[in-house]
């Protein structure tokens, strides 16, 4: 089965910085799909960005273009959210996901996912 950890999280200013990072553990393809959600209190799941194959290029949020960069380290199988900017708006818990389909990921219904990781901005 693919496991997925977060880490990273934690509380900042307005404006501050954070990175995530996901580990995954389990038989995957070497670049296996993969991406990050997010869920705020009072608020529905978001799809924050995704990342697929080796040269494929990254899909992200509209609402955190700009501000957020998703990366991974296919050698140690991990993948990474860079959060520049933050506002209090991107307050949530932030969720690792997988699926074998990139599609599935973006339109919120990857197979596996992860514990979360809490993420607060404060004003």
């Known amino acids: 089965q693919v496991q997925l950890m977060e880490s990273g999280g934690g509380l900042v200013q307005s404006g501050g910085s954070l990175r995530l990072s996901c580990t995954t553990t389990?038989?995957?393809?070497?670049?296996?799909?993969m991406g990050w959600f997010r869920q705020a209190p009072g608020k529905e799941r978001e799809f924050v960005a995704a990342?697929?194959?080796?040269?494929?290029?990254?899909v992200v949020a509209d609402s955190v273009k700009g501000r957020f960069t998703v990366s991974r380290d296919g050698n140690k199988n991990i993948l990474w959210l860079q959060m520049d900017s933050l506002k209090p708006e991107d307050t949530a818990v932030y969720f690792c996901?997988?699926?074998?389909?990139?599609?599935?990921?973006?339109?919120?219904?990857?197979?596996?996912w992860g514990q979360g990781t809490q993420v607060t901005v404060s004003s």
């Open positions: 996901v997988a699926d074998g389909n990139i599609q599935r990921i973006i339109k919120d219904t990857p197979d596996y």
């Open positions: 389990g038989r995957t393809y070497p670049t296996y799909p």
């Open positions: 990342h697929g194959w080796s040269g494929s290029v990254p």
